[in-house]
């Protein structure tokens, strides 16, 4: 059993949706939880981070985890066509501890 | 600008040819990573390197070598490349305070690999 595991999609939705993207893990000492964004032949970037548990909003995005589930989850607000990406789920259990990637989830909005 | 470079972006080689990949950073990183990306499977770490001539193993080492002989370069050398390493690559780094505590780290744009 993989400790993060995201489903692959390729999810489509129509401009102005609201996407709900999630992400299940096994591993209960994971305390910082990501999502990278990648771009088709782009590297991933940071797109949030939280810590623990909770919810964290930045502009259309609002990342949530909950930890009792080990279950963390990304909305986007008002999908944008340029929010076609993949996107990863990523975490980790501290500071200095590596990193643990899901498969990503492609994202298509239709305009 | 702040970044982190690879090259080549494509290469196509055959089993056995010996070829590096480098990657740059020009923030001052100490941290540096390899990682291969591969449908389903997403992003796997070959190798890290906490800082100059400090290398470890990630979770799929075998058949892969590194080197951190310079603070902002960190090769990736495949001695004798096989069809299994046929894959995108990235490298990534990241400071070892602020953000990167949280899990920041900074892609370079990949090297797509098929070994015939």
């Given at each position: 059993q993989k400790e993060v595991e995201q489903d692959p999609g390729p999810l489509s939705v129509p401009e102005g949706a609201i996407v709900s993207l999630n992400c299940t893990y096994?591993?209960?000492?994971?305390q910082y939880f990501m999502w990278y964004r990648q771009y088709s032949r782009k590297g991933p970037e940071l797109l949030m981070y939280t810590y623990s548990s909770g919810n964290k909003e930045d502009g259309r995005f609002t990342a949530q985890v909950d930890k009792s589930s080990k279950y963390i989850s990304l909305f986007i607000r008002?999908?944008?066509?340029?929010?076609?990406a993949t996107y990863l789920c990523a975490m980790k259990a501290s500071s200095a501890s590596k990193i643990i990637f899901g498969s990503g989830t492609r994202l298509s909005i239709r305009p | 600008e702040a970044q982190v470079t690879q090259n080549p972006r494509y290469l196509i080689t055959v089993t056995g040819k010996k070829l590096t990949v480098t990657c740059s950073q020009?923030?001052?990183?100490e941290y540096m990573s390899w990682y291969r990306q591969d449908p389903g499977l997403g992003l796997r770490q070959i190798y890290y390197s906490m800082n100059v001539e400090v290398t470890d193993k990630g979770d799929v080492p075998e058949g892969y070598k590194v080197s951190r002989k310079e603070k902002r370069n960190f090769p990736l050398i495949l001695e004798s490349p096989s069809p299994n390493q046929t894959s995108l690559y990235f490298c990534a780094s990241s400071s070892l305070t602020g953000l990167a505590g949280a899990g920041e780290q900074f892609f370079g744009p990949g090297t797509r690999l098929t070994v015939l």
């Open positions: 096994s591993n209960s000492a994971f008002d999908s944008q066509p340029s929010d076609s | 020009n923030m001052n990183h």
